[in-house]
């Protein structure tokens, strides 16, 4: 795969950044990279009928910046494929250096960009157009001997109201997603929070204000991909 063809299908993948429509499954929905691995292997399969060219690259959140752009302590091999309709291929991942922080989790994302092969005669990539499909999904560096076990990090999380927001208070060292929250009767834009920090979720009725006191319902994306439920009480 010449590098001025990447580059301009690369580009139209910034467009088309859905999972829903690619051909390329990964095995996972995260990916946790604990301190004491030597690497973490991720499984690809192409589930469509054609074979495809599939890059792969890790980003630190700069969703669009090019992976030649990026430089980050971890290695990806292989970090250009070709997957045949059907089979698979696996992602091996393997940190690079010790300097990330001891305290608390990092987080990236891999990418898995995939590109039909051009036809035989094709000489350029403007005379025809190329779909390219991109898969994004987090990947959490965990270091060892955090102070408390991740499935606990969500209960430890204190909330309050402020200015039509959901208040989030993260006191763990593990990064949080929240695909649900309601108070009450109400609910919330859900999302992430990092570690050691706060963050807000809007109010779907911006005029909304759950008193102090009033049940939290909220569900957490475990490190499996599941979905937890809990409960908690606005401060």
């Known amino acids: 795969m010449s590098a001025k063809y990447l580059s301009a299908v690369l580009a139209a993948a910034f467009a088309f950044s859905s999972s829903a429509w690619a051909d390329v499954v990964i095995n ?6 604990k301190e004491d691995a030597k690497e973490v292997n991720v499984r690809m399969t192409n589930e ?6 599939v890059q792969s690259w890790l980003d630190d959140g ?4 090019s992976p030649e752009n990026i430089d980050l302590p971890f290695m990806i091999t292989p970090p250009v494929s070709r997957i045949d309709a059907k089979k698979g291929q ?3 991942i393997a940190k690079l250096d010790n300097s990330l922080p001891k305290d608390r989790e990092s987080i990236y994302y891999l990418n898995v960009l995939e590109v039909p092969p051009k036809a035989k005669g094709e000489t ?7 779909l390219a499909f991109r898969t994004r999904i987090k990947m ?3 270091p060892n001997n955090l102070a408390i076990k991740p499935q606990d990090a969500a209960a ?3 909330w309050a109201v402020e200015e039509g927001n959901l208040v989030a208070k993260n006191n763990t060292p593990y990064y949080l997603t929240f695909n649900m929250l309601k108070a009450g009767a109400v609910s919330a834009k859900p999302g992430m929070v990092a570690p050691f920090s706060s963050e807000k979720f809007a109010f779907e009725n911006k005029a909304a204000k759950p008193a102090s006191g009033t049940q939290l319902t909220y569900s957490y994306i475990s490190d ?12």
């Open 28 to 33: 996972t929905t995260r990916v946790v990279y």
């Open 48 to 53: 469509g009928v054609r074979p495809l060219l």
């Open 62 to 65: 700069r969703a669009t910046e």
């Open 90 to 92: 696996t992602l091996r």
């Open 124 to 130: 350029g990539v403007n005379n025809k157009l190329q």
């Open 140 to 142: 959490f560096y965990r």
């Open 156 to 158: 430890k999380v204190s």
């Open 224 to 235: 499996y991909g599941n979905d937890v439920e809990g409960n908690a009480k606005i401060n």
